[in-house]
């Protein structure tokens, strides 16, 4: 497929338990940070966003929590389901930046049935 | 419904060739990007433009132009493929409220492979 599938951190859940993806960035002058999923052979899907003056933010099953002391972003994803599985993306934007996004690794998120 | 296509979604190709990927959206988007996306490296920026005739070069331009005659479409051409621009690309557009942050939307990509 087209998501990025070796050399990636991976993470394991079992089916039903929540899952912590984690991501470090380096630019403290980002505006915005935003995790992106990608299925194989489909491109990025946005999931959600969070400003930089926020600490937390919630989705329907999803929360992205920021932590600006130690450049730390993580989503959590309650009761992961088999179709949760794909790769994670987050990504950070500076708001005189024109909207370019600049993207992390990834992290491939496995879920056991 | 609006969306955002890419073709071909495959393509093989030798050295030197040039080679044309096609990125089309019915947003009416005014803001549009391309992407490579490597093993290792994530999704890396190429070029992006931010209207009609407006082309700006991103993180790793080199080998790659774009050109932007209308507002649906920002074809990326490899003027002489290499082996290194083995790759699968991505193309996404956004909303341009203000130069600020907009969610890309992003298209099914292209798995070009030169040999």
């Known amino acids: 497929g087209e998501s990025v599938g070796l050399h990636l951190p991976t993470l394991s859940v079992q089916e039903g338990d929540n899952s912590i993806i984690n991501c470090a960035y380096s630019n403290s002058a980002s505006d915005y940070f935003i995790w992106y999923k990608q299925e194989s052979g489909k491109g990025p899907q946005f999931i959600i966003d969070i400003r930089s003056n926020m600490d937390k933010r919630q989705g329907q099953r999803v929360t992205v929590l920021l932590n600006k002391t130690v450049k730390h972003l993580s989503l959590q994803i309650a009761a992961t389901q088999p179709g949760d599985s794909a790769v994670y993306f987050c990504?950070?934007?500076?708001?005189?930046?024109?909207?370019?996004?600049?993207f992390g690794q990834g992290t491939e998120l496995s879920v056991k049935p | 419904d609006a969306e955002i296509t890419q073709s071909p979604r495959h393509k093989i190709t030798e050295t030197g060739r040039q080679v044309t990927l096609a990125c089309h959206q019915t947003?009416?988007?005014?803001?549009m990007f391309w992407y490579r996306q490597d093993l290792g490296h994530g999704l890396r920026l190429i070029h992006y433009?931010?209207?009609?005739?407006?082309?700006n070069k991103g993180e790793v331009s080199d080998g790659y132009s774009v050109s932007r005659s209308n507002t649906e479409d920002l074809p990326l051409t490899l003027e002489s493929a290499a082996s290194s621009q083995t790759s699968v690309y991505f193309c996404?557009?956004?909303?341009?409220?203000?130069?600020?942050?907009?969610?890309?939307?992003f298209g099914p990509g292209t798995r070009l492979t030169v040999l």
């Open positions: 996404a557009s956004s909303e341009s409220l203000d130069r600020g942050y907009n969610e890309q939307f």
């Open positions: 433009s931010y209207g009609v005739h407006d082309t």
């Open positions: 947003w009416n988007h005014n803001n």
């Open positions: 990504a950070e934007s500076r708001y005189n930046q024109g909207g370019k996004l600049i």
